[in-house]
């Protein structure tokens, strides 16, 4: 079975403080992992696939990595607009039928002004 | 920016009441998931269709719990009869490439009284 696993659970920063939030997982052969933002009362906001080892994706403030095992988000200076809660999901590779997002139950980001 | 539509937004039910929330899916999307999101479990995969055939509907309730996609523009979840702990937020999602992930709708935010 698929599983994702995030940490930290909950990470407070100081405006222009970078850190990165983990993701890592356990799935039999990717097909994508994907990240995602949500904040509060809305839905989940994509913002990166990733598929393979090695690949980095950047938007902004924001970097993904993948690695075999695990993905990094990491932030550099961000500001108080990047609080929000941060998901991971993975897609595993399989037969025709298998297109099941499995999800993290996230990161939840503060960044104080 | 082409959006998934939920209705209705909130939903506040007695015990024991028919719960019926509603999903467009972002036309040309052949992936469909219905998620359930709450503080505890996070976000929790319910069912999904893909070219509008049911793929997986493992993580629901199949006592109470029905998803059906009458045609390419409608999705809908049933809960019959609703109970206390269903109470929580109802995601739908629709994509059909993975490098543009899936996009999620606003959630239904159900209240079972």
């Known amino acids: 079975e698929d599983q994702v696993t995030q940490s930290p659970e909950a990470l407070r920063l100081q405006e222009g403080e970078s850190s990165s939030l983990n993701c890592s997982y356990t799935v039999s052969g990717l097909r994508g992992l994907f990240w995602y933002r949500q904040d509060p009362g809305k839905g989940p906001e994509f913002l990166f696939t990733?598929?393979?080892a090695g690949e980095e994706k950047e938007k902004e403030r924001l970097k993904a990595t993948l690695t075999k095992k695990e993905s990094f988000l990491h932030i550099t200076a961000p500001k108080p607009e990047d609080s929000a809660t941060y998901l991971c999901?993975?897609?595993?590779?399989?037969?025709?039928?298998?297109?099941?997002?499995?999800f993290g139950k996230g990161t939840l980001l503060t960044v104080n002004p | 920016d082409a959006r998934v539509t939920q209705t209705p937004r909130h939903k506040v039910t007695e015990m024991g009441q028919e719960v019926t929330m509603r999903c467009q899916p972002i036309l040309g999307h052949n992936t469909v998931f219905w998620y359930r999101q709450t503080m505890m479990q996070g976000l929790e995969l319910l069912a999904y269709?893909?070219?509008?055939?049911?793929?997986?509907d493992s993580g629901m309730p199949k006592d109470r719990f029905s998803a059906e996609m009458p045609d390419a523009t409608l999705a809908t979840l049933k809960i019959q009869p609703s109970e206390p702990r269903d109470s929580a937020v109802y995601f739908c999602a629709s994509g059909s490439r993975i490098p543009y992930g899936y996009t999620f709708g606003s959630g239904t935010r159900l209240t079972v009284v």
């Open positions: 269709f893909r070219n509008r055939a049911p793929l997986d």
């Open positions: 999901a993975v897609q595993a590779r399989g037969g025709g039928s298998n297109y099941k997002l499995t």
């Open positions: 990733l598929y393979s």
